[in-house]
């Protein structure tokens, strides 16, 4: 279940003592624009770089993680998901990230990720090897992602690193949904070129004529055929498009928006 506190969100499916995690809203932050208030965490959308890194340094917080130990990467709705470490700490942040991605994956204490969001959909997850310690990753996952399988590399990256599959568990946070997202022919013809008909069937709706998809129902089945247990896996039924005063949205605002971050890591001292 999704519960949300002061600005974020939080899954229970992700609780644990070792692992903090937050997704932002658009709230809480020290963002001042009129498009950007008050949490935005994307670079170039109109605040000072130090905006937004004190908005980043926020939501650490919330999710009781170090900011120094932060990483992110310009998102280029790819499928690419990277393993960092202390080393890659501040790629993205203070500095910049040479091997952009569009998903992470961590064992290491200390070290965080973020991925940024306006409609696109977060997924954040987390597994334990067999002597208990913990593994985190997060992706980005907008349709082009989502359909490229994404989560599927997501879930690879973490078992690659010796989680047992039973303990993975996943959330997927707040996104643009079926509600408002609107697509066209282009859009459900490479979707079936990609994944095929079914897929297609099952993932999207007609309405008066207009198609609308859903990449949230479309990453819960990658998840699952991939390996997490449909019971672990815990959905947000938040849509970004339909709370303005709550979210960034890139289709409601023309992409005159400010950007949400998603957070995850495993505490501990960098050393
Ligand atoms: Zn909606």
């Not at 692992?19 to 935005?40: D, Q």
């Not at 770089?49 to 926020?58: G, K, L, P, W």
């Not at 991939?226 to 039924?237: K, L």
């Amino acid at each position: 279940m999704f519960y949300y506190d002061s600005g974020v969100w939080r899954s229970d499916a992700l609780s644990s003592s070792r692992v903090g995690h937050a997704f932002s809203t658009r709230l809480g932050g020290v963002s001042a624009l009129p498009h950007t208030a008050s949490m935005n965490v994307g670079f170039g959308r109109g605040d000072g770089d130090d905006v937004v890194r004190r908005n980043m340094e926020i939501l650490c917080l919330a999710a009781g993680l170090d900011f120094k130990g932060l990483i992110g990467s310009p998102q280029h709705h790819t499928a690419l998901v990277r393993y960092v470490t202390e080393d890659d700490r501040g790629e993205g942040i203070t500095k910049d990230n040479l091997s952009p991605s569009d998903g992470f994956v961590t064992d290491r204490p200390g070290v965080s990720v973020i991925v940024r969001t306006a409609d696109c959909t977060p997924i954040l997850i987390t597994g334990e090897k067999p002597d208990g310690s913990p593994v985190v990753g997060a992706a980005h996952a907008g349709w082009r992602g989502t359909v490229n399988l994404i989560a599927a590399n997501l879930v690879e990256a973490v078992l690659s690193l010796g989680v047992l599959r039973e303990t993975l568990a996943a959330a997927v946070g707040p996104c643009i949904g079926p509600c408002h997202f609107e697509v066209k022919d282009d859009f459900i013809g490479e979707v079936a070129s990609l994944r095929g008909e079914d897929f297609v069937r099952r993932h999207t709706a007609r309405r008066d004529g207009i198609i609308f998809a859903d990449t949230r129902s479309m990453n819960v089945e990658i998840l699952e055929e991939s390996g997490v247990s449909r019971g672990r896996i815990d959905v947000s039924a938040e849509c970004t498009a339909c709370r303005p005063d709550l979210y960034h949205s890139h289709r409601m605002t023309g992409g005159v928006r400010g950007t949400m971050g998603n957070v995850i890591g495993i505490k501990g001292d960098l050393g």
